[in-house]
């Protein structure tokens, strides 16, 4: 579906990985799709050092473990808008 777009797809195999390949060139992304619960360094961690290297990059974080904690830490970290979809107890 991105590549439809005419977007390409880079990942790295952990947290320290994709901040590797964000620093080699930051202004490359549009978008940056990230699992809140990486390999260290966490997502969170992947999430400053997107906006730092480029603070107009829009970051997708997902994950399907999520705290209602959650939305706040990504808000203290620089996530301006969060939808939290939280799972419900049956």
């Known amino acids: 579906m991105l590549s439809r777009s ?13 901040i590797a390949v ?4 930051p202004g490359q992304f549009v978008v940056i799709i990230t699992e809140l619960h990486l390999p260290p360094p966490i ?5 400053k050092a997107d906006c730092d290297a480029n603070p107009s990059v829009y970051v997708v974080m997902i994950t399907g473990c999520a705290s ?4 706040v830490r ?15 107890r049956a």
């Open 6 to 18: 005419g977007l390409r797809r880079l990942r790295g195999a952990d947290g320290r990985a994709a």
């Open 22 to 25: 964000i620093a080699r060139d």
């Open 43 to 47: 997502g969170f961690e992947v999430l």
């Open 68 to 71: 209602i904690d959650s939305p």
């Open 74 to 88: 990504a808000a203290w970290r620089g996530l301006a808008h969060i939808e939290a979809v939280l799972p419900t």
